[in-house]
């Protein structure tokens, strides 16, 4: 183990970004290990990929918590369906243009170096045989390029390729970017390889990629940029050749091969079908090896590297549900609920409806803990509002239930935290295959029961089927799409709901002006909360009662609008009156820095920004 955090700490020290040219010329990537003194075996090669997996510009969110794992601690923060007590800036077109940084700066490109470095030079090993020896550790080089470039991609749109070590004659340093279709496509052809190369992951958990792993993300980026340009068609953030349906036939296929390999040898596979709180469940574990729906997932080790979503979910965690996503969810037949339903407690809003929703949202029902399940009992009574603005609160009244796990005695200490990551599991590819289907136009009563239907069966308590036949729907969010496109994508909405998806999808679908443009999220009721007696809900006995006072005093500052709804951000988010005023024209992409175009004055500025 030293040894292989020593090459680590080797590995990041000579690391630099392609982006920067007095740094990154200078040097090899590693001045100290030539290829004839260290790689002379597979397992050398093995332990340079093991540093791969423990970048964290790789498998991290890109605002640092968690971005091919999209299930982490700021999740959906700054869509329309889940809020932090601050807002979110870029939301709110506050972006400026940086000098250095953003993803495209100073060390931003080493991990691509990296990459590229062991995909020139892992043939020089001495001892190969044979390419079955090392073709794994091929296939996961070429899985994390994937998730470097998806990265970037989602961030800027166009980019420089490079598939190989960039050196000082490089015309790469001074080219343009290339259109993001055609960087898509090299993405395609690198996880066409690493499915390939890759193991399956039917014989158990090891800890590294599998072939499975690799079709998920390729489906999710297929279907990531066939939408963008479907929905991004005419406008400046388009590549000049639309090929939006070659990549959602890309998606379609590569999902359907998953499902067909689930329904021939039972892998991958949803898990918790038939068990009370399946959905719940399956957010809250410390360990997903013998998971057969969650197919790449982090561990964490207390005093090490950890988690910490389990050391603030019991007390909101700075976050919560939106009126708008608790609306989504249907009744348990399957239809939409009234524009004007019953909502004025939370007992009330949970009434009748799917499931999925008592499973993501907390609901003083005497069932949901606040902390733990053992006795006596800790039971969620009223969101975290007397926790003022800290990540210690929940600003919207709908606190988030999904993910917490309640089996500890009390919220865990600072190093402590040992709540599992999810990065990829099969209940997604589902809805991707899904949504590909629609927007391809071939949707099929047949598609619908192998993919939605089975998410809605696992989800329990005879939640009606989605039918082909989609009616109109007065809630439907989009102005001009099929009802089956929107069924779908209300589908995903729930079933992904606080797990990281919500912002990309948005930007995909170039939806911004529907569902951030002017809105002010909404909350929960807030009359159910003036004059909360905890004492009707727990013995005095319980510890709960301390909180009434602060309680209290924080549900009397609380803003509403106009029918009684908390008015999440007050008068932080432009005086509390306009709502968000991110703009459609610019803030799909973030801007290139100016340092990096005055390096390479042919990468050019992206749409809407002005230097």
């Not at 099929?482 to 729930?494: C, G, L």
Request: proline share 4%; charged share 25%.
């Amino acid at each position: 183990m030293k040894t292989i955090r020593n090459l680590i700490a080797l590995l990041t020290l000579f690391s630099l970004a392609v982006s920067c040219k007095d740094d990154f010329l200078e040097r090899s990537p590693l001045d100290q290990i030539s290829d004839a003194n260290f790689w002379k075996t597979p397992n050398d090669l093995k332990l340079y990929t093991n540093s791969l997996y423990d970048r964290t510009d790789l498998l991290t969110r890109e605002d640092g918590w968690g971005s091919i794992g999209p299930y982490g601690w700021d999740a959906d923060d700054g869509s329309d369906t889940e809020v932090r007590y601050l807002y979110n800036t870029r939301m709110n077109g506050e972006k400026t243009i940086s000098a250095d940084g953003d993803g495209w700066g100073t060390g931003d490109w080493a991990a691509l170096r990296s990459i590229n470095y062991f995909l020139d030079n892992y043939k020089v090993v001495e001892e190969l045989t044979s390419f079955d020896a090392v073709k794994q550790y091929v296939g996961e080089a070429l899985f994390f390029r994937s998730v470097f470039y998806f990265s970037k991609l989602r961030r800027y749109g166009d980019l420089p390729w490079a598939a190989t070590t960039v050196t000082m004659d490089s015309e790469l340093l001074y080219a343009g970017r290339l259109p993001r279709n055609e960087v898509v496509s090299n993405i395609m052809v690198d996880l066409d390889n690493a499915v390939e190369y890759l193991p399956s992951g039917a014989g158990g958990w090891t800890g590294r990629l599998t072939k499975e792993t690799a079709m998920a993300l390729q489906a999710r980026i297929a279907l990531y940029e066939g939408t963008w340009e479907k929905y991004h068609a005419g406008t400046p953030f388009a590549p000049a050749t639309n090929e939006s349906q070659k990549f959602l036939e890309k998606a379609a296929a590569v999902a359907g091969e998953l499902i067909a390999m689930s329904e021939s040898s039972g892998y991958p596979a949803l898990d918790n079908v038939g068990e009370e709180f399946g959905y719940r469940d399956l957010f809250n574990q410390e360990n997903y090896a013998g998971s057969k729906e969650v197919l790449f997932w982090r561990k964490y080790e207390a005093g090490a590297i950890n988690s910490i979503w389990d050391r603030y979910s019991a007390n909101g965690s700075g976050r919560g549900a939106t009126k708008n996503l608790v609306d989504s969810y249907l009744k348990l037949d399957g239809t939409p609920v009234a524009p004007n339903y019953d909502d004025a407690t939370l007992l009330k809003v949970a009434a009748d409806r799917d499931p999925r929703l008592t499973q993501t949202i907390q609901i003083n029902d005497m069932e949901h803990y606040r902390w733990q399940q053992a006795s006596p009992s800790v039971y969620f009574i009223a969101p975290a509002f007397d926790g003022w603005d800290s990540e210690e609160s929940c600003p919207t009244g709908y606190q988030i239930y999904k993910g917490h796990n309640f089996r500890y005695a009390d919220a865990r200490a600072a190093g402590q935290g040992l709540q599992a990551l999810i990065y990829f599991r099969f209940g997604e590819v589902l809805l991707i295959y899904a949504e590909a289907k629609a927007e391809l136009g071939n949707m099929t009563q047949a598609d619908l029961d192998k993919s939605i239907n089975k998410l809605r069966e696992r989800a329990g308590g005879g939640m009606a089927d989605l039918a082909a036949n989609v009616p109109i729907d007065p809630n439907f969010e989009f102005a001009n799409l099929s009802p089956i496109i929107q069924a779908v994508r209300r589908e995903r909405k729930v079933e992904l709901a606080c797990e990281g998806f919500r912002v990309d999808d948005i930007m995909r679908w170039a939806a911004a002006d529907e569902l951030i443009v002017g809105k002010i999220p909404l909350g929960a009721k807030k009359a159910q909360f003036v004059n909360f007696n905890f004492s009707d809900y727990l013995p005095e006995a319980q510890p709960d009662l301390s909180r009434q006072n602060t309680f209290a005093e924080r549900v009397a500052q609380l803003e509403v609008d106009a029918d009684g709804y908390i008015k999440i951000f007050k008068n932080t988010l432009n005086g509390g009156t306009q709502g968000f005023k991110f703009d459609v024209n610019r803030d799909y992409l973030y801007p290139i820095p100016t340092n990096q175009l005055t390096l390479n004055p042919q990468l050019g500025q992206n749409p809407g920004w002005v230097n």
